[in-house]
């Protein structure tokens, strides 16, 4: 494989992550409503935290992620961010109702209880999550005229992506499967997107003499 061809393919994997980490953001955020539905119930306020929780904890992951970006950007950085948030929604699976089952008792309040559930549950996997927009433009951006094109495709496919996540876990996932399912469904597709960065990442390049060049 030529260095231009393996570039053009990281690129496209790219964009293709930047999809499904926002077809998987709102695949989780739609499940928080029923995951915290048996103990805080399924009022505004319950919406309310978990919408919070989300919106704090993306527009903190654009911060960090952005700020990472300009530190000597790697592929194996953005594939960890997949690997850390698929790590980090295991929790989700597993301890859930412990965690509920704990603040239900220790907070009275509902809306407060649902605030802290949502915060203990989907802060850090989702923070992850929202790192990687800006660390994906940092990447795809060869040089400064291109940088709007290439921010504009990155959020387009990322936003459609959510829009998709949005209508198919609320029309059908629910529907079809068990939330724990769609959980590892969520797991794996990020699971799926680091390694397949990292996989493109190692592929050898083909020099012009014939002699193939390992990335290091």
């Excluded at 030529?2 to 690129?11: D, F």
């Amino acid at each position: 494989m030529t260095e231009s061809s393996k570039n053009s393919l990281m690129q496209n994997v790219i964009v293709c992550a930047a999809f499904l980490n926002g077809f998987v953001i709102m695949t989780i955020e739609l499940l928080g409503g029923r995951v915290l539905s048996p103990y805080f119930g399924t009022s505004v306020y319950v919406w309310g935290s978990i919408i919070t929780i989300f919106m704090l904890s993306l527009s903190l992951g654009y911060l960090w992620g952005g700020r990472l970006s300009s530190r000597n950007p790697s592929h194996g950085m953005f594939a960890a961010f997949f690997g850390l948030s698929a790590l980090l929604s295991l929790p989700i699976i597993f301890f859930a109702e412990w965690t509920m089952t704990q603040v239900f008792l220790l907070v009275e309040d509902p809306r407060y209880g649902s605030l802290i559930a949502a915060t203990l549950l989907y802060f850090l996997p989702i923070c992850f999550m929202g790192m990687v927009s800006p660390y994906s433009i940092r990447l795809l951006v060869s040089s400064e005229e291109h940088s709007g094109r290439m921010a504009g495709l990155l959020y387009f496919v990322s936003t459609l992506g959510s829009a998709l996540g949005t209508l198919l876990t609320s029309f059908y996932f629910v529907l079809w499967f068990e939330i724990d399912t769609i959980m590892w469904g969520s797991v794996a597709v990020l699971l799926l997107c680091g390694a397949a960065i990292l996989i493109i990442h190692k592929l050898p390049v083909r020099e012009a003499t014939g002699v193939h060049r390992y990335e290091n």
